[in-house]
């Protein structure tokens, strides 16, 4: 499934909603959709913070897309966006800037998680993965 949003923090909700009725549907727990909500959250703030910053918010046609693929006991989301991308590289917790922590919160409750420049090499893809725990 794919869902194409506004670069605006207000349509975070819609990419939140999406998932949960995917998660649902495909029998995650309650734990694991509270990680995977919190984690899409960071993903999509980061896109529109890094991706879409002063005027290129405001460009009818910007859009975060947000891709989720479910796979036997596996939720997979790419989060993208056309800004100008970035390289990151995991900095030490002490070299974190303060609200800085919106990548290191995806790695803590997902089980993969990567940072890619998509193939055409316009803007940044995260690529996050959390597996169905049987319970």
Request: contains cysteine; aromatic residues 6%; proline residues 6%.
């Amino acid at each position: 499934m794919s869902l194409d949003i506004p670069p605006r923090p207000q349509f975070v909700a819609l990419a939140r909603l999406a998932l949960t009725a995917l998660c649902r549907e495909h029998a995650f727990s309650d734990d694991e959709i509270a990680d995977l909500k919190l984690a899409i959250t960071e993903a999509c703030s980061n896109s529109i913070k890094h991706g879409y910053a002063g005027e290129a918010a405001l460009d009818p046609a910007a859009r975060v897309n947000v891709i989720y693929e479910v796979g036997g006991d596996r939720m997979v989301i790419r989060v993208r966006d056309r800004g100008p991308g970035f390289d990151w590289q995991g900095p030490a917790a002490e070299e974190l800037p303060e609200g800085g922590l919106g990548i290191s919160i995806i790695q803590a409750v997902c089980d993969e998680f990567s940072v890619s420049r998509p193939s055409d090499g316009v803007g940044a893809e995260l690529t996050l993965s959390k597996l169905r725990r049987a319970g």
